[in-house]
T-cell receptor
Framework: DAGITQSPRHKVTETGTPVTLRCHQT?????MYWYRQDPGHGLRLIHY???????DKGEVSDGYSVSRSKTEDFLLTLESATSSQTSVYFC??????????FGQGTRLTVV | GENVEQHPSTLSVQEGDSAVIKCTYS??????FPWYKQELGKRPQLIID?????GEKKDQRIAVTLNKTAKHFSLHITETQPEDSAVYFC????????????FGKGTHLIIQP
């Protein structure tokens, strides 16, 4: 597997609290992505980054923000978690128009 | 933006038979079409991909075909085995490529013994 790791792997949090998920890659990939996976919806893009400090919104970006201060790290923040954000979150990285490598996933439960 | 439709959502086949999963895409500028396999509780992993300048690609029991005119591509698995049971996702990426893959909703492939 490519060197891409997510932390934490599991998290339970309360509604209204802020949450940050971390993604770290050692492949020197320029592009990084955050997806959420929900039954019946497949993988939906939340935010992506095309370089350090360069990010943009994906299909389901409301309620989420991201930051990329270094090539290897991409953070996803839920400013005020809601129950609708209970999901499995996957980070991925790639070079342009090539295979995307996924992290192990983070299972987030908002109660 | 790109829109990818995938069918069927569930496919059950007898061990040894073939399985075919079909996807359509909306953006004629899309030029890279990967297929991912996801086993229960695991991360998606690439099994095969095809670019828009190629019509077909094979890798042992797996093949992918692409029809650019009709904007559809298909995954073919021959001689299915129990370990092929998983969820399969097709995806497409636009010509620019920077804004990530758009995925289909997935096909749950069940191999019956």
């Amino acid at each position: 597997d490519a060197g891409i790791t997510q932390s934490p792997r599991h998290k339970v949090t309360e509604t209204g609290t802020p949450v940050t998920l971390r993604c770290h890659q050692t492949e020197n990939h320029r592009y990084m992505y955050w997806y959420r996976q929900d039954p019946g919806h497949g993988l939906r893009l939340i935010h992506y980054s095309y370089g350090v400090k360069d990010t943009d919104k994906g299909e389901v970006s409301d309620g989420y923000s991201v930051s990329r201060s270094k090539t290897e790290d991409f953070l996803l923040t839920l400013e005020s978690a809601t129950s609708s954000q209970t999901s499995v979150y996957f980070c991925a990285s790639s070079q342009l128009n090539t295979e995307a490598f996924f992290g192990q996933g983070t299972r987030l439960t908002v109660v | 933006g790109e829109n990818v439709e995938q069918h069927p959502s569930t496919l059950s086949v007898q061990e040894g038979d073939s399985a075919v999963i079909k996807c359509t895409y909306s953006d004629s500028a899309s030029n890279y079409f990967p297929w991912y396999k996801q086993e229960l509780g695991k991360r998606p992993q690439l099994i095969i991909d095809i670019r828009s300048n190629v019509g077909e690609k094979k890798d042992q029991r797996i093949a992918v075909t692409l029809n650019k005119t009709a904007k559809h591509f298909s995954l073919h698995i021959t001689e299915t085995q129990p370990e092929d049971s998983a969820v399969y996702f097709c995806a497409a990426i636009e010509g620019g490529g920077a804004d990530g893959l758009t995925f289909g909703k997935g096909t749950h492939l069940i191999i019956q013994p």
